[in-house]
């Protein structure tokens, strides 16, 4: 970046700050085939970042590398003002990120506290201790705005698409993590189960952490998110805000990889790269 | 309250008093979780009751006398211990079919240390104990590392173990048992004494967690069950095993001068042992909601960190070391291990046990008690065909047809549950 932190736009400072995540120069490869080219990418804290691209443009890859489930080959992976090595999903959790996969990975015969804490219990003396993960599944589903689940003993199963996303996104983020990474949250519903699952994404942002939210749908993204990143055949094309650019000025650099329509590549305030 | 033989019964007796009773509330509940397809324990015990009642018309004296009574329960505990491992592996969605031959064989070792080289009872059950768990250790890294169907495995390990099973028994045809401790665990009975005390203890220790639970959630402001509702829940447990200690407690003798027999047998107090044990494993820590999430969802397991080949690892060894436990409830029954120890239907009659208690096949959904009420269905029919005096063929089709009623019972609360969100 040619532009140093913090310099860039110092009327909107508070709004720029630093970002959570900072990627730079990231590179991946998978044999012959050069998934990832020294792409960056920023993330900021309250803020909604949506990632978008065709398929096979590279944004599962990145999203594993976060993630710590396929680590980049190169690059710098800056995590809250520190640089850091992430090579496992295990470090990625310990630094509080998330990431809330398509497939949601819930288990259907299981109830809604226990798919919460799946993997780490809460245990007193070796014995699960129920009501304090109870106690902590309410509070964070109220955090969370939710109010359309009857009872959080209830088996997973019975939950509508919508409310397997939410309890998927709980998950995510009952650990007080910071980073979560929504992979597709809307793919499979339907347009009032989108909307409330919409309205958590941007609620996730509001209370304070950072959201990238993967998506192909571009209403979904100009609905909720602060900023768009275009990834296009392994190459960041464009990173810029919502608020500076049309859809069919994000289709045109998703499609084409050229963003000369909004100026080139920015740095995601405004200004030339 | 008057005393209750069922909860069922009680909350529908009272349900005239009103809505806003919790008994009726309670009810509510339970028969709309029946009707989404979450049967529970239901068909079973509506199994033990009606073969009862059938059996108790046409055989009254011999059917519900106290000694035929104790005998179904020896018959019974080889089969619900071996029922008991197998909800482990049924839990993960996977089968066992060496159980029953891992029981004649763990047995067997047990014959040989004893009554062979003449050494004392305990190296005998830990032997046979430390046989069960190899088995399940070389099955479990089989299908847990290997990724060999169970299936395939424990099909072969089924041929196999027979194979050692007649290798360690030998020429002789058979190993006696003559230990009188070996003996006693499945054929001698408590003190009556004893066995009321072990009633209170069951009673009083389910009471107070029970109580506890429920005024420990009251206190956390969680939603917590009607106090009436788990006192109408203590009431029943207490008359119904009250019933039952009381039929065991009287002579049942046929020559009372000569050998007086009465009392809870032995083995009862192993297998509560065991439920209790068990279902604490399965319902209280980590590792048994691990079990029910590697059923579930064996990849949403693995993404959230636990380590799923280990979880089945742990379940196999579990399995066939109960399996070892059944061994030895075969071996004291019949004072001997033949070829046929374990073989035969042994397994088949676990598997059938688990099942019609409840258990799936399909996986995440089962629990110890299934296997104890399975157990009892299938003990009672073998039990009952056999003092109205049928042939085994009619006892072999009886049973079929029962497990086969089981497993329609499992398959249509399934798509009752699928169609009303439940599992």
């Known amino acids: 970046m040619t532009v140093p932190e913090g310099a860039a736009g110092a009327a909107t400072a508070t709004e720029d700050a630093a970002p959570l995540l900072s990627l730079r120069g990231i590179n991946k490869s998978f044999g012959a085939v050069h998934v990832l080219q020294d792409v960056d990418f920023d993330a900021y804290a309250g803020q909604v970042t949506a990632l978008v691209g065709d398929n096979g443009a590279g944004k599962s890859t990145l999203i594993k590398g976060i993630a710590g489930s396929q680590p980049f080959d190169s690059g710098e992976y800056v995590f809250d003002g520190r640089q850091v090595s992430v090579t496992n999903p295990k470090h990625a959790n310990e630094l509080g990120i998330e990431v809330v996969y398509q497939d949601l990975a819930l288990c259907d015969n299981l109830d809604i506290v226990d798919n919460l804490f799946l993997g780490r219990e809460v245990t007193k003396n070796g014995i699960l201790d129920e009501a304090t993960m109870e106690r902590r599944a309410q509070e964070t589903l109220a955090g969370l705005s939710v109010r359309t689940v009857k009872s959080i003993r209830q088996v997973v199963a019975s939950l509508s698409g919508g409310q397997r996303q939410t309890v998927a996104i709980a998950r995510a983020v009952i650990w007080n993590s910071k980073l979560v990474v929504l992979d597709e949250p809307t793919a499979a519903l339907g347009v009032a189960q989108t909307e409330q699952v919409l309205r958590l994404v941007r609620q996730l942002a509001d209370n304070g952490l950072a959201v990238v939210l993967i998506s192909h749908n571009l209403n979904d993204v100009f609905q909720v998110a602060d900023r768009i990143s275009v990834l296009y055949l392994g190459r960041l094309a464009a990173q810029m805000k919502t608020k500076d650019v049309k859809s069919n000025q994000v289709v045109e650099v998703i499609t084409t990889g050229r963003s000369d329509a909004i100026g080139g590549i920015t740095n995601g305030n405004g200004e030339l790269k | 309250m008057t005393a209750p033989t069922k909860v069922e019964t009680t909350e529908k007796h009272v349900e005239e008093t009103g809505p806003s009773n919790p008994l009726v509330a309670a009810f509510g509940n339970w028969w709309a979780r029946v009707r989404g397809g979450d049967a529970g324990s239901l068909p079973a015990l509506l199994g033990i009751v009606a073969l009862v009642i059938v059996f108790a018309a046409l055989r009254p004296n011999t059917f519900t006398n106290a000694f035929n009574f104790a005998n179904l329960i020896h018959q019974a505990a080889a089969v619900i211990v071996i029922a008991m491992g197998l909800v482990f592996v049924l839990l993960l969605g996977e089968i066992d ?327």
Request: with cysteine.
């Open chain 2, 97 to 423: 079919l060496s159980a029953g031959y891992t029981a004649g064989t763990a047995a067997a070792v047990m014959g040989v240390v004893v009554t062979r080289w003449g050494w004392s009872w305990p190296v005998g059950l830990l032997a046979c104990l430390v046989t069960g768990a190899v088995v399940g250790l070389v099955i479990g890294l089989l299908v847990a590392k290997l990724g060999i169907p169970s299936f395939v495995v424990t099909l072969a390990a089924f041929l196999a173990l027979q194979g050692v099973l007649l290798q360690l028994i030998g020429e002789g045809g058979t190993i006696a048992i003559r230990d009188d401790t070996l003996r006693a665990i499945n054929n001698n009975d408590m003190p009556v004494w004893l066995g009321w005390a072990l009633f209170a203890l069951v009673v009083g220790g389910y009471a107070a967690i029970v109580l506890r639970r429920g005024a420990k959630r009251r206190s956390s402001g969680l939603t917590y069950e009607a106090i009436q509702v788990t006192l109408a829940k203590i009431a029943a447990l207490a008359v119904l095993l009250g019933l039952m200690t009381y039929w065991l407690s009287i002579e049942r003798s046929r020559n009372p001068a000569i050998t007086s027999i009465k009392g809870v047998p032995i083995v009862v107090a192993v297998l509560l042992v065991l439920l209790v044990g068990l279902t604490f494993v399965l319902t209280k820590t980590s590792f048994g909601r691990h079990v029910y999430a590697t059923g579930g969802n064996a990849e949403a397991a693995r993404r959230a960190g636990i380590n799923v080949g280990l979880v089945k690892l742990a379940c196999f060894v579990i399995a066939s070391t109960l399996a070892a436990v059944g061994g030895i409830m075969l071996a004291s029954r019949d004072n001997s291990i033949s070829p046929s120890t374990g073989g035969a239907s042994t397994l088949l009659y676990a598997v059938g046990a688990a099942v019609i208690g409840g258990t799936s096949l399909f996986g995440g959904k089962g629990r110890i008690v299934d296997a104890i009420l399975g157990g009892l269905v299938i003990a009672i029919i073998i039990n009952g065909m056999g003092l109205l005096n049928q042939p085994s063929s009619v006892v072999y089709m009886v049973t079929g047809l029962v497990l086969l009623v089981a497993a329609s019972v499992d398959a249509i609360s399934r798509r009752r549950a699928r169609s009303t969100g439940r599992v």
